[in-house]
């Protein structure tokens, strides 16, 4: 079940990111020079970045959801930025603004929630925990100190 969920997050989140990222490429080849590759670079941050975070998360990661959740914070700012810059909005960049806004909420929702594997682990740990140890006796802490000193 747990490599399904994973599976499918992992399908998700591609496709989002798909979307998002062609979006904001498109838009950001309206622009010419300096700029132009500014974004281009920064485009290509963003899509490293969240290749990492989607290993992350096939890898059962949860904080593959936080690199996302930072990733498209930083994607909605530079589309605000863009939009801006552009002073209108387009099909193209309202559907880039929506979808990441989306996969924003969805991996802010996945950082909070607990996977059933990490459940089972945390509960797992809870049963090793031993029992308290009864208190040793006197003979056992005179032979922790080491023996006594003779007096002359």
């Known amino acids: 079940m747990g490599e399904q969920k994973s599976g499918l997050s992992f399908l998700l989140y591609d496709i989002l990111l798909l979307i998002v990222f062609v979006g904001l490429i498109?838009?950001?080849?309206?622009?010419?020079?300096?700029?132009l590759i500014l974004q281009i670079?920064?485009?290509?941050i963003f899509i490293a970045f969240s290749f990492l975070g989607l290993i992350a998360i096939t890898n059962r990661l949860r904080w593959g959801y936080t690199l996302l959740?930072?990733?498209?914070?930083?994607?909605?700012?530079?589309?605000?930025?863009?939009?801006?810059?552009?002073?209108?909005?387009?099909?193209?960049?309202?559907?880039?603004?929506?979808?990441?806004?989306?996969?924003?909420?969805?991996?802010?929702a996945n950082m909070r929630r607990k996977g059933p594997e990490e459940m089972q682990r945390e509960a797992e740990k809870v049963e090793k925990v031993e029992a308290p140890k009864a208190p040793a006796s006197k003979n056992t802490e005179k032979k922790r100190r080491g023996r006594p000193k003779k007096r002359k």
């Open 69 to 108: 959740f930072i990733v498209l914070a930083l994607v909605l700012i530079d589309l605000l930025w863009l939009f801006s810059r552009i002073r209108s909005m387009d099909t193209s960049l309202f559907i880039t603004f929506i979808i990441a806004a989306v996969g924003f909420i969805a991996s802010i």
């Open 26 to 35: 498109s838009t950001v080849f309206r622009f010419s020079g300096l700029f």
């Open 41 to 44: 670079v920064a485009s290509a």
